[in-house]
C-alpha cells in the first residue's frame, strides 16, 4: 500500500531533550516535506527536500533540523525542544515538485508535547 | 509571496442543511494549482481536489462541489445535504509555480454538522 509513515505518532517530553521524528515513504517520491500545524494558522512548511542531500528551509525552520540521506527517509530533529515546538506535525511527499499539480501525500502526523 | 485566506473560522449547521465553505487566494503566478483538503476528527489530511489556474469549470463530485472563480481569485467549496461525518476542519491550499516548493494553506474552517 502506497504510503507515508511518521513515528512515533504521539510524543511527550521535556524541554532540552533531543528528539527524532522519522518519516517514511514507499512510492519513491523524490519530494519530501514537513509540516506543523496549529490552532488558527493552518500548516506551515518547516522544511523540505527536492531529492536526497537536497534540503532547504520553508517557512518556519528555526529550531528543527533534518537530512535526506536516503530518497524514502526524511526526519525531522529537534536539538533542543522548547514548549512553543509543541505541535502537531505532517510530513508529505511527492513525485517531484518540478510541476507543482502533483498532489502531496501526508503521513498521519505526530502530535508533539516539549514541557 | 502566497497567501490563502479564508475566513471562517468555525460553521456549524444542522445535518442536510447546504454549506459553502470560502477559500480566496493571492499570487503573482499565472499558473498556480488549489486544493482542498479535509483533517477528520482522527488527525489525518484527506485530499479532495485539485484544480489548475486554466481550468474554471466548476466541479461536483456527489454532495460535493467546487466553484473557482479567477475573477474573484476563489475557489469555495460546497457540501449539499450535509452529514454528520462531514464534520471536520477543511483546509484550501495552493501550491504556484513561481514556488513550486511549497504548498501554501490557508488556516481552515471546522465545520460541524449537527444531527
Known amino acids: 500500500e502506497a504510503q507515508v509513515t511518521q513515528n512515533p505518532r504521539y510524543l511527550i517530553t521535556v524541554t532540552g531533550k533531543k528528539l527524532t521524528v522519522t518519516c517514511s515513504q514507499n512510492?519513491?517520491?523524490?519530494?519530501m516535506s514537513w509540516y506543523r500545524q496549529d490552532p488558527g494558522l493552518g500548516l506551515r512548511q518547516i522544511y523540505y527536500?527536492?531529492?536526497?542531500?537536497?534540503?532547504d528551509k520553508g517557512d518556519v525552520p528555526e529550531g528543527y533540523k533534518v537530512s535526506r540521506k536516503e530518497k524514502r527517509n526524511f526526519p525531522l530533529i529537534l536539538e533542543s525542544p522548547s514548549p512553543n515546538q509543541t505541535s502537531l506535525y505532517f510530513c508529505?511527499?511527492?513525485?517531484?515538485?518540478?510541476?507543482?499539480?502533483?498532489?502531496?501525500?501526508f503521513g498521519p502526523g505526530t502530535r508533539l508535547t516539549v514541557l | 509571496a502566497q497567501k490563502v485566506t479564508q475566513a471562517q473560522t468555525e460553521i456549524s449547521v444542522v445535518e442536510k442543511e447546504d454549506v459553502t465553505l470560502d477559500c480566496v487566494y493571492e499570487t503573482r503566478d499565472t499558473t498556480y494549482y488549489l486544493f482542498w483538503y479535509k483533517q477528520p476528527p482522527s488527525g489525518e489530511l484527506v485530499f479532495l481536489i485539485r484544480?489548475?489556474?486554466?481550468?474554471?469549470q466548476n466541479e461536483i463530485s456527489g454532495r460535493y462541489s467546487w466553484n473557482f472563480q479567477k475573477s474573484t481569485s476563489s475557489f469555495n467549496f460546497t457540501i449539499t445535504a450535509s452529514q454528520v461525518v462531514d464534520s471536520a476542519v477543511y483546509f484550501c491550499a495552493l501550491s504556484s509555480s513561481g514556488s513550486a516548493r511549497q504548498l501554501t494553506f490557508g488556516s481552515g474552517t471546522q465545520l460541524t454538522v449537527l444531527p
Open positions: 484544480r489548475n489556474s486554466f481550468d474554471e
Open positions: 512510492m519513491n517520491h523524490e519530494y
Open positions: 508529505a511527499s511527492s513525485y517531484s515538485l518540478r510541476s507543482s499539480y502533483n498532489e502531496q501525500f
Open positions: 527536500s527536492m531529492n536526497v542531500e537536497v534540503t
